[in-house]
């Protein structure tokens, strides 16, 4: 059974940058996979920041970016704010109308 | 801007069929796939299963035994069945649609709590 991996948590000064990776179990992560990355704050639904490995959906700030790095996704936040405490969900398309989420990254700033 | 809303019961007892509904208001239903995702309590994200306009559905292998997603366009109203729950089925269910021809789940539901249990 595939499995997508992230970091459990991951911590970042407030001004500072931080990448949080998405993996699989099995196999590398391309474009083909069409990652996107989701923020889910406590009790809120969550948002998809970017999606087709590097899109800002509409509205994200730009301090927000997307990429292939090496065999995974990669989720790059350049000048980290309070407000970026989240969890943070990568979800990649299997293909056949499946969608596999990773089971998320803790961020906290601090 | 598209708006969906999930509505059902809140308490399902073990062994019964969750039945939810997502509504969706400001946009068309056609032309889009649409996802129910659920979150146990202070656990991640599980997408359960997806429904095409068209009827077509795709649904977690994990799962697939004891889901139907389907699709009412006339109603703008897409639903989950989900039989012989148990207390791991306890979670917050949030529907979505798919934008980006089914690879973006660009709106989603506020999410609604539902328990199982006696």
């Known amino acids: 059974q595939t499995v997508v991996t992230q970091e459990p948590s991951f911590s970042v000064s407030p001004g500072g940058t931080v990448t949080l990776t998405c993996g699989l179990s099995?196999?590398?992560?391309?474009?083909?996979?069409?990652p996107s990355w989701c923020q889910q704050t406590p009790g809120q639904a969550p948002r998809t920041l970017i999606y087709?490995?590097?899109t800002r959906s509409s509205g994200v700030p730009d301090r927000f970016s997307g990429s292939i790095l090496g065999n995974k996704a990669a989720l790059t936040i350049t000048g980290a704010q309070a407000d970026d405490e989240s969890d943070y969900y990568c979800v990649l398309y299997m293909g056949s109308g499946i969608s596999l989420f990773g089971g998320g990254t803790k961020l906290t700033v601090l | 801007q598209v708006q969906l809303q999930e509505s059902g019961p809140g308490l399902v007892k073990p062994s019964e069929t969750l039945s939810l509904t997502c509504t969706v208001s400001g946009g068309s239903i056609n032309s889009y796939y649409w996802s129910w995702i659920r979150q146990p309590p202070g656990k991640g994200l599980e997408w359960i299963g997806s429904?095409?306009?068209?009827?077509?559905?795709s649904y977690n292998p994990s799962l697939k035994s004891r889901i139907t997603i389907s699709i009412d366009t006339s109603r703008k109203q897409f639903s989950l069945k989900l039989s012989s729950v148990t207390a791991a089925d306890t979670a917050v269910y949030f529907c979505?649609?798919?934008?980006?021809?089914?690879?973006?789940?660009?709106?989603w539901g506020q999410g609604i709590l539902v328990t199982v249990s006696s």
């Open positions: 099995s196999g590398s992560v391309s474009a083909t996979y069409y």
């Open positions: 429904v095409y306009y068209s009827g077509s559905t």
């Open positions: 979505a649609r798919l934008g980006g021809s089914g690879t973006n789940f660009d709106s």
């Open positions: 087709s490995t590097n």
